[in-house]
Structure formats: C-alpha cells, structure tokens
C-alpha cells in the first residue's frame, strides 16, 4: 500500500518498508495514475474471487446434475491404468510387478515405449506422429484417456508426472 504524506513543499513515499523523500508535484494525471492502480488492485482481488467461487458453483452442479442422471450400475473390471515417466527397466520391475501381484486382472501402462513384457501388462503406447504434433506428455494425456474409455480401468495411477527440470522451483 502507498501512503503520500506533505511536508512543507517536499512528499514522503512510503511503501511499508521502504521510504522516499523528494518533491512531488501532484497533477491530474498524477492522482489518476495513483488512484487507478488502487482500484486496478481491488478489481483484481475482486474477479479472482468471482472466478474461485464460480469454480466450485460450477463443480457442485455437476455433482448434483450428474446424480440425476440415469446409469448402469458399476461393475469393477479388475484393471489398473498406469502412466508416467519409466527412466530405467529396474524401476519399470519395482513398481509395476507388486501391481500385478495384487490380484488385478490386467494393468494398462500408457507410457512411451513397450518395456519387458511381464504376465497381465497391457502396452497402450501413443503413436509417434501424435506425439511429434502435440508433444510426449500431450499424446499420453490424450491416449490414457483414449485407453480410459476403451478399457474401462477402475483406477488410474500417474508416476512421474512432474519433470525433474521443474521440482528445483518449488
């Protein structure tokens, strides 16, 4: 927040923590400049409240307008949709056998390329044209939810979605 205060002739800017002194010569333009980011401000706050709580109206009407939806019943398929980053065959083993021992009948893998074949692992791997037009993480987003309609997967589980480039920002 900016506060101007005048001292005989001379203004004193104060940002919180910061102070200025100088003259200062208030014209039209001057009072309008401060003025408008003040509101510029309030309107800001303001949409992104406006934009938060339309979020959730919108959310709770899907939830209630799709319990009034007739459906089948559901029936568990016994399947599990897997996709991420595999960066080597020992991490491949570690986390997708225990997955196939846990008494499911298949588990999908959308990833890039096949890895060893290992008994109820299915590949759903994205064509290479689709991923030279929108990227690798755009053509499995659109093949796992392809494979999601196809399969009728009853859980789907994302490993190593965020790129390692990316961690050292947070």
């Not at 200025?20 to 001057?30: A, F, I, K």
């Not at 065959?89 to 298949?106: A, C, D, K, Q």
Request: aromatic share 12%.
């Amino acid at each position: 927040m900016y506060c101007v205060r005048l001292l005989s002739g001379n203004a004193a800017l104060t940002t919180g923590d910061e102070k200025w002194e100088g003259e200062l010569v208030l014209t039209e333009s001057n009072i309008k400049c401060l003025t408008g980011s003040i509101n510029m401000g309030i309107i800001r706050k303001t949409a992104s409240y406006i934009l938060l709580i339309s979020a959730y109206i919108f959310t709770w009407l899907v939830a209630v307008l799709g319990r009034m939806i007739p459906r089948k019943p559901w029936k568990p398929t016994g399947r599990i949709m897997v996709t991420g980053s595999i960066f080597n065959p020992n991490w491949y083993l570690s986390h997708i056998t225990p997955l196939t021992r846990s008494g499911v009948t298949e588990v999908i893998l959308v990833i890039d390329e096949p890895q060893q074949p290992l008994e109820r692992v299915r590949f759903a791997c994205p064509p290479k044209w689709l991923a030279r037009i929108i990227s690798r993480a755009g053509a499995k987003a659109i093949w796992v939810f392809y494979a999601g309609i196809r399969y009728r997967p009853d859980l789907f589980i994302g490993y190593n979605l965020v790129l390692q480039r990316y961690k050292r920002f947070q």
